[in-house]
Each structure stands twice: as structure tokens, then as C-alpha cells.
């Protein structure tokens, strides 16, 4: 009865009618983490005690109460940067090895208050500093599609867990892409959501100046909708807030658009887009156009206006985390941390302005357009250990791969990625969607008759 691809939607459904007990649900997601884990190093830390309790605790609860929790019995992850009061959460880092937070963060708390099943704690690179998951604390997220690929970053355990039948949802948190780029990778669906869609709440008020966001990772649309619908929502007092949707966001991927107008940016003065990626997204324009949708290419490059005031943002970011011992360091992520390190209080506070201001006329510029499609990534999953090349070419390789992503981190326009072929060797290929600034609602419809129109959900990497 169980499948290792089953949605949450139809697991939630099954537990519900009491078809499966959650207890078993949580052991047959256990077993399989057990088997394919060790290949995969997908996740940092199991927490099969905590699903079988939450599984017990769940159970007893009464049939309204059931009925009124939207994850009921369904399986979880969350990755290692997320707080976790009791568990261990190292941010990838041997610095924080052993590091146990006195807190949750308020969206793990919604996630466990649903009915849902904690199975652990998913690989993540140091501080989230990498666009690939490896160098650091945790094991390398391997793609399940080719283990010699990676599995993309910051929230490659995540995607890697998805991709491989490891449960249905994943929580991800996206800086620059860190959700959007291992979907891509890994051929799952993720949402970079709207800033200030979901709080970070009670341990932080912002990341990154606003950049990075905590968001839902599935293998389907609506199951992305239903995981937002739990996760979002401000914590008072947060310093940015995104109004309340029109309707649910699980609603808004059962409900057909109306015909858009999309623009359309296809390459960028900073990377050479793949060919195959290239035709991918051709091939996605011709789907939209058939859907009825009016598509515009457009000449706007948002990379090459932000890419320079982004990346030293990030830097800055990086070395905000104190670190006992920088020798432990991931290489690659201490080359950031050190260079971080050197910008003063008063250029940082110019960054961000500087950011703000080009990000406001990137929004204004693609303001006309209902959404923009472009590709996720420049080209598919790289090697691993193959980017960057050397620790000090961190700052000019890591662009020429995320030019689609990163730009929309700075606007803090939500943005999906989604499925979109394969390559001749069977990688996948990733369709970015993105959103008017806190408009989820228009983009997960149309990503869901995306996903009716080019369904993906009968394609599984051979790992059996």
C-alpha cells in the first residue's frame, strides 16, 4: 500500500481513513533512509526515535483533531541549518558539531503542530555557503539520478532525499538559489517563497539582509502548496511581512489561471546557458503558448545589474557566523568567510542599500509581466568536488551557474523550480517560474497546469 512516491496529498488521505497507521508510516520511511542513505548521504542526522514518537502522539489524537491537521501522518525533513530544540543541528560545520539549539524555529513548530512526522535532519553545506553539498561537516549530497553528480546546494540533502523516495516534503532555505538549484538538479519541485512569507522566528529576525528564506521542497505542486500553507505566516514583530493570500495555497494549485502574460529571459550577459537547457525552456514556452499564454522574451538581465552587490552581500552574510576555529573550515566556505570578514559596518550598510535600489528596478522592469519563466541553472548537476574549480575562484564560478537564481534572492520575488526534461545523459533540467513580488498564488496555478500538462511524476531514478 505504501510507495516510496507517494504525495503527501494521498499519504495524508490514506492515514486519515486509517488505511495505514502513522506508525508504519514512519517505519517504512525509516527503513528506507537505512538502506539508501549510506549512498546517498542525503541525510546528516535520523531522527527515527522522534518519528515514531510523533507517529505514537499523533495517534491518540481525536478523530476532529485529525481531520484538522493538514500533514496527519505525513513524513518530513528539515535541513541542518534549521533549529531544533533537543537535536543536533550542526549548519554543516565542525565548528558546530556538537551544537544543540535551545530552540525550534517557529515553522518547525507549525510542521510538528500539523500532524507531521519528523524523520530528520537533511546535509547542508557549511553555513549554507555552497551551491553543491560537500566540503564540509556533512556527508556529500549525492544526485540519485548519477551519485557521481551532485545533488545541488545549499539544500542538496533535501532535494537528494526527495528525488530518492526518502519521504515527501523537505523543508529548504534559499540564499541565492539553495532551494531552486538542488530541485533543479534533482528533478523535485521547490519554492523560493515571498520574503517574509515564513518567519525565522524566534532565532533570527532576517538572513542575508533579507536574502534567504526557509520554503517547501516536494515532488509535486500541490504538495509544495499544502507544505507553504503549514509554513508561512509572520511572527509578530518580524521585520518583513507578506500579506495574506487570497486563498489557500493548496486551493491555488487545484484552480486553473487565466491566460497570462509571461516574459521570458533566456540567457545573460554573465553565463552561457547549456544547449540542452536551452532547448528545454523553448520546449516549456511552447507548453505555456498551447495553454493559451501570451509569451514576451525580454531583454532584461537581472544578473549582470545585481551580480557584483549580491556577491558581496553573501560574503558579509557568511562571516556574520562566529567561528571558533576557522581552520576547521570547508575551504571554499572560509574563502567567503574571510572576505566577508573585511567588509566594514559602514560598506555594509551601503551594500544593502545599493542592493535594494537595483532590486527595485529590476522588480519595476519586469513589473508588467503576470510571471517571467527562465531557466533554474545555466546547465545541469556538476560534479562533485568540480565547482568551484580552486577555493578562490568562489566568487566568479558560482554566478556563471546560478544567473537565473540569485537576482530573484535580492527582489525577494517567490519563485519556483520545476521539472523540465532530461539531458541526453540523463540528468534533469530545471523551469524557473517567478512570481510577482508575495503573488504564490498565480504562480502555483500555473505550475500546476505546468505539471498537468508535462507530468514528471512517473519518472524515478533506478536505485532499487
Known sequence: MLSPWISATELHELVLKKEVRPREVADFFIARIEKLNPRLGAFMTVTAE????????????SADAARHAPLFGVCYSLKDLTWTAGIRTT??????????????????VKLRNAGGLLLGKTATPELGGRPTTEGGLCPPARNPWNLEHTAGGSSGGAASALAAGLGPLAEGSDGGGSIRIPSACCGVVGLKPSRGRISFAPAMGEAWAGFATSGPMARTV???????DVMHGPAIGDPYWAPEPITSFKAAAEIPPRKLRLGMISKSAIAKVDPETAAELESACKVFEDMGHRIEPLEVDPAAILVDVVMRLIVAGIASTPMENPALMDPVVRHAWEAGQKVSAREYIGIVMQMHNLAREVTQKLAPYDAVLTPTLSRPAVKLGTLPSTPDKWLTELPEWLPFTFPFNATGQPAFSLPNGFTKDGLPIGLQIVGRPADEVTIIG????????RPWNDKHPALD
Open 91 to 108: 549548519m554543516g560545520s565542525q565548528n558546530y558539531e556538537n551544537f544543540v539549539p535551545p530552540i525550534d524555529m517557529e515553522y518547525a
Open 222 to 228: 500541490k504538495d509544495v502548496a499544502l507544505m507553504l
Open 446 to 453: 500555473l505550475a500546476a497546469q505546468f505539471e498537468r500538462a
Open 50 to 61: 522522534r518519528a515514531r514518537a510523533d507517529a505514537d502522539r499523533i495517534e491518540k489524537m
